[in-house]
Every structure is written in C-alpha cells, then in structure tokens.
C-alpha cells in the first residue's frame, strides 16, 4: 500500500523546496497531497507564483499519514508556525512518534515546539542560532534524521531531502532509482 504524505503550503513558501519535495516523492509512487493552511486552494510561492494545492487543511483529518512535511521560505516558515491547527497536527505527531520533517526556515517551526530539543538537527544557516537556541544539536550536514524528525538546509539540499524521504518512507533502492531517473549525482 502506498505510503501518505501531506506537505503544507503558506504565502510564501520557497518554491523548490515545496515542489521538489512534491515531484520526486510522487516519481517514487507516495501518495502525497498538498495542503493549503489558508481559506482557498490558492497559494503564492516566495517568488510569485500562484498554484492550487490538492486539499484544503479543514478538509482533511490526517489519520492516514505517513509523515508530514514543511518547506521553508519567507514568510511561509511564519505563517505555518502560526497556524494552530497545524500545530497542533505538528505536537499530536511528534508525540505519537510518526514522521515529521521540514527544511530551509522551517526546521524553526519544530525547534518553537520544542521538538529539536537534544535532537541532532540542521537548518537555513540564518536559522541555526534559532534551533540551537531552542535547545537543538546543530549540524551542517545536507539532511539530518534523527529519530522521527528530518531538518534539511534549504534550495540547494532539496533533492537530498527529498531522496532521505523516499528512503524513509521506502527503501534505499527506490530512492536511488528515483535519483538515477532525475540525472541526479551527489
């Protein structure tokens, strides 16, 4: 049975980060939605550009999740740390163990909850004093997994992100294979 994402999506989420994410996990064969936090399907990425997400929050429970996912961007990273809903979903999660992760920004949204303390985690570089701040072990390494909890740096890790997801969710061998298709070489 395929496995289930949800990605949530604000104003202003760094458009790699978010579709990135979206495209290999989906080339992989996971099921993963998109997920509006606002009234409307409709969203704006960090650089413009309007696109509709598959789900509005309120119309989903997330029972059936396999992991859930925040891209970074300004001022994305903001509105999802003030979203209660999604907060809440956040903290119900982390606390039952499932899979959360985030990148770029968005690691800070965890570390605000409380979820990188004592954790091995990595962020945006502006962003590191932030997670440390709240307690995270930081590392400059591309993505950091530990436990539960995934942190990735920003654009430029994206596909390492993304492939860390597949292999979590999958195997090493999907994620290879996916890597493979996209001519990716790290």
Not at 166 to 179: D, F, G, H, P, V
Request: net charge negative.
């Amino acid at each position: 049975m395929s496995k289930k994402v949800y990605i949530f999506l604000a104003d202003g989420f760094e458009d790699i980060e978010g579709l990135t994410v979206v495209d290999l996990l989906r080339r992989a064969q996971i099921d993963i939605k998109t997920v509006s936090i606002k009234d409307t399907k409709e969203v704006q990425t960090a650089h413009g550009i309007s696109l509709l997400t598959d789900l509005l929050f309120d119309e989903v429970d997330f029972t059936d999740a396999d992991m859930l996912v925040l891209p970074g961007g300004m001022p994305g990273t903001k509105y999802l740390a003030g979203s209660k809903p999604l907060t809440d979903l956040l903290t119900d999660f982390y606390n039952k163990g499932k899979k959360i992760a985030a990148i770029c920004a968005a690691p800070s949204v965890f570390s605000g909850l409380g979820f990188l303390k004592g954790r091995k985690a990595t962020s945006y570089p502006s962003f590191m004093e932030v997670i440390a701040g709240d307690g995270a072990v930081t590392s400059e390494d591309s993505v950091v997994v530990d436990g539960n909890v995934t942190t990735s740096r920003g654009l430029g890790t994206a596909v390492d992100f993304a492939l860390s997801l597949i292999t979590q969710l999958e195997n090493q061998e999907k994620a290879e294979e996916i890597a493979e298709s996209v001519v990716y070489r790290h």
